[in-house]
Structure formats: C-alpha cells, structure tokens
C-alpha cells in the first residue's frame, strides 16, 4: 500500500510540474512567433511602401527651385547672364527695380513655385520614360517657352538678339540641368514604386 501512494504521489507532483513548464514554453513559444511573424510583417510593409505623388512632386518641385534658383541667382551676380534673377515678376514690375534684394528674393520664391509646377507636369506627361535624356529635353523645352515664345510676348525677357550669346548658353544650360534633375528623379522613383507593387501582388 505504501509502495502504490509513493508512486502516485510522485506521479502527481511530476505532472504538477511539468505542466506549468509545458504552459510556460508554449505561451513563450507562441509569443515569439507572433513577434516574428509582426516583425516580419513591418518589414514587408516598409519594403512594400508605395511613393505619395503629390507629396513626391512638391518635394522635387521645391528641392529644384531651391537648388537651381540659386545656381541662377549666383550666374546673375557673376555676370554670366543677364536675364534678371526675377525675370518671372518682370511683366509686372519695372525692370530697373529687379535689382533690389525684395524682387531677388521674390523672383527665387517664383523660381520655386514654377519648378513645383514643372514637376506636376512631368510626372503626368514623362514619368515612365528612362534615362536622362527626357529630362534634358524637358529643360531645354521650357527655356524654349521663356525664351522663344512666351517670355519675349510678354516682356518677362528680352529677345535673343538683345540678351546675348553668354545669356542664352547659361540659361539654357542651366535649365536643362534643372530639367534633368527633375526629370531623373521623378522617372526613377516612379519605376521604383512600379516594382514594388510587382512584388507586392506577387507576395
């Protein structure tokens, strides 16, 4: 007789403490997967993070004013060109008062907000074409339109004949590298958003 209660209690206390442990590594086991499988998850959504348009547009557009507008600013002070930093308010205002530091500062503001707009209109017509090409066209199509047409139609810059050949290689030179930059950002963040919807419809 106490020999059967010494193997029952023994038994007892085995299975009393073997089940906390198998509850104990279960639960752990199954919270780590379920760390793993989150952090996995994130992981994939990060990766798998597909670029706002607008919000992309505004920060290229802004970025290229910023950068460009003061490369133009800077060809104007060392008199590589003579088209004033504020061409853009030139219609409206005065020429001769072009020169101040306030419509520098405002033809830089223009600068911007004409290359924001520059970049809505390359991702809704150009985004899907590659390489740097398209960009440099780009440029070179809007210093066409300011130069060529529109601009000498509305006074925002003089004609060619008067500006000179030191002006018009500048400012075209400048503004298809203002294209470029554009251009080859965009394209290139657009391919990228278009792989990884591939990789996400495959996932």
Partial sequence: MSGTSDSRRGGEDAGAASSPRGGEDAGTGSSRQGEETGTTSSRRGGEGAVTEPIAYCLKIGF????????????AVALNFTSVPAAFLADPWVRRSALASGYWQTVGYVLFIVMSIVAAFVYYALLKPLRGPLPGLMFGAAWWAVFYLAVGPAIGAVPPLRKIGWNSILTDLCLFTVWGLFIGYSIAFEYHEDVKRERKLAGA
């Fill in 63 to 74: 970025f290229a004013g910023i950068i460009w507008g003061f490369v133009r600013w800077l």
